[in-house]
């Protein structure tokens, strides 16, 4: 039987909630939320027991007195991934997701401890799979590995099906054309055929779709630590502050383990937590984010500029901030792009220390970044080969060797093995290996799209 997650609210926590919520009671086998609904309320169980469920019905977790339900997708409005059924007769409190956004906003304590549950229990729910999206498609297609991609940096619960390697994911999309894939299965099985990153994201009931045209005071480019900063400050002098993020919100910061030196968090900060508490504290001052949309062009005007977007939409602002961060520098090679988020990844952490559980990996590079793959990577069980970068015109040959799945690793960690081999490496050998870990440093993110004129203020790290 799953056990609690150590996750429980004080006496006079549970008072407050009392305040703003009903008593409810149900009887053992009540299915209290379903996978694939909109929305639910937070509840905390007073008597009796809720076990948490995946779609199979294995039990993920169970809530005694004083335990909770609730993750993340209280308060995204993510649709839900996993069912709550009373285990036995019950009485818990209801509180709605509005009034509950409120009390967070309201009472520091509480909010920290359900914060620290609601994020810790969706790492779990990545960690164990079997719930959330599953995205069949194979590797060799773009929009597969694009989509592949923005779930893991959204931190949606996810399971990837390569058709290259699993025959009855294979089965399941023959017959489409490749314009057709991936095919991807929501949470309650809905099915959608080649969505972008934006359709999915609303399709899962997150991401705000923009009007064609919007008009604000403020419009932030970028949703990093910078850009949410920046719309809570924008949002809490009273401007009318619109966030838009070609990805996923959090940035670089929001896949960092634990980010030991931000000022505030003296006991160090996962970077999950450090964009959800951000993005909660952007909303709670009514700042609006919107994901994904990627900024294209910035026309300054006189008093009004306008923001063009990916698709055609436009936001007339008064004032820019453009906190577009970092781009990681790329390594010079041929098709480098078949293999990243499959076998070269940007950073390593314990995502892709499970992913590439157990086979050869190269990290190249030899500064922080490169050291904290290493790390992850090494308690993965990976072998880890150290590659400090001494020239940036390395070489990487691909699709030499067997797939690692066929060498009896994990077949979801990589496509072929790859070669690699520093251009001026003193003694020229070169690093046979399943996956990479290049961490050779960043660039500014592209800025050709950018105003031509001023007046703009740029927070870009
Ligand atoms: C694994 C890892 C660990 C780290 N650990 C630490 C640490 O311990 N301590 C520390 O101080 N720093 C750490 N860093 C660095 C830190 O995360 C960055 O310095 C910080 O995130 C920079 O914040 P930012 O908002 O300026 O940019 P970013 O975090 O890069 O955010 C920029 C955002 O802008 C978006 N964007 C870019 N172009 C567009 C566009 N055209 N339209 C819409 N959106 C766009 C991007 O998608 C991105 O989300 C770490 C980084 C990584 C990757």
Redesign the pocket.
């Known amino acids: 039987m799953a056990h609690a997650d150590g996750f429980a609210l004080s006496s006079p926590q549970i008072e407050v909630l009392r305040r703003h919520g009903s008593e409810l009671a149900a009887t053992a086998g009540t299915v209290l939320v379903e996978v694939g609904a909109r929305s639910y309320p937070f509840m905390v169980v007073l008597e009796g027991e809720i076990a948490i469920l995946d779609p199979s019905g294995g039990e993920l977790a169970r809530h005694g007195p004083s335990g909770f339900v609730g993750e993340t997708n209280l308060l995204s409005g993510q649709t839900v991934e996993v069912s709550a059924v009373a285990a036995t007769d019950v009485r818990y409190l209801a509180v709605e997701r509005d009034e509950l956004r409120r009390l967070l906003f309201e009472n520091a304590p509480l909010g920290d401890v359900l914060l620290s549950a609601f994020m810790a229990r969706r790492e779990e729910l990545q960690r164990v799979g079997g719930a959330g999206i599953e995205i069949i498609g194979p590797r060799s297609s773009e929009p597969t590995r694009r989509l592949v991609e923005f779930a893991r940096r959204s931190r949606f619960a996810m399971t990837w099906r390569d058709t290259h390697d699993d025959p009855v994911a294979a089965a399941q999309v023959a017959g489409r054309l490749e314009t057709e894939l991936p095919l991807v299965r929501l949470p309650g099985g809905a099915e959608l055929t080649a969505p972008t990153p934006g359709d999915l994201a609303r399709a899962l009931g997150i991401g705000r779709q923009l009007a064609a045209v919007e008009e604000v005071d403020l419009v932030i480019?970028?949703?990093?630590?910078?850009?949410?900063g920046a719309a809570v400050y924008g949002a809490s002098e009273g401007l009318d502050t619109l966030l838009?993020?070609?990805?996923?919100?959090?940035?670089?910061?929001?896949?960092?383990?634990?980010?030991?030196?931000?000022l505030g968090f003296p006991a160090g900060i996962s970077?999950a937590d450090l964009a959800l508490r951000a993005i909660t504290q952007a909303r709670k001052f009514g700042a609006r984010t919107a994901t994904p949309?990627?900024?294209?062009g910035l026309e300054a005007g006189d008093g009004v500029h306008v923001l063009h977007l990916e698709g055609g939409h436009r936001v007339r602002a008064r004032a820019v901030v453009l906190?577009?961060?970092?781009?990681y520098r790329r390594l010079p090679v041929d098709r480098i792009a078949e293999f990243e988020g499959v076998s070269v990844f940007y950073?390593a952490?314990p995502q892709e220390g499970r992913l590439c559980g157990g086979s050869d990996v190269a990290v190249i590079g030899g500064g922080?970044?490169a050291a904290?793959a290493a790390i992850w990577l090494a308690r993965g069980g990976d072998p880890v080969s150290p590659r400090p970068c001494r020239s940036t015109s390395s070489t990487i040959s691909p699709g030499t060797a067997s797939p690692c799945g066929t060498a009896g690793r994990s077949p979801r960690c990589t496509g072929r093995t790859a070669s690699w081999r520093p251009s001026r490496s003193r003694t020229g050998s070169g690093c046979r290996c399943s996956s990479c870990s290049v961490s050779s440093g960043r660039t500014r993110?592209?800025t050709g799209?950018r105003a031509r004129s001023p007046p703009m203020r740029t927070?870009?790290?």
């Open positions: 480019v970028g949703g990093g630590p910078a850009g949410l838009v993020e070609g990805d996923a919100l959090g940035g670089q910061a929001g896949t960092s383990r634990r980010i030991e030196n931000y970077g949309y990627k900024a294209v906190a577009t961060g970092a781009e950073a952490g922080n970044s904290q993110a592209p799209w927070a870009s790290s």
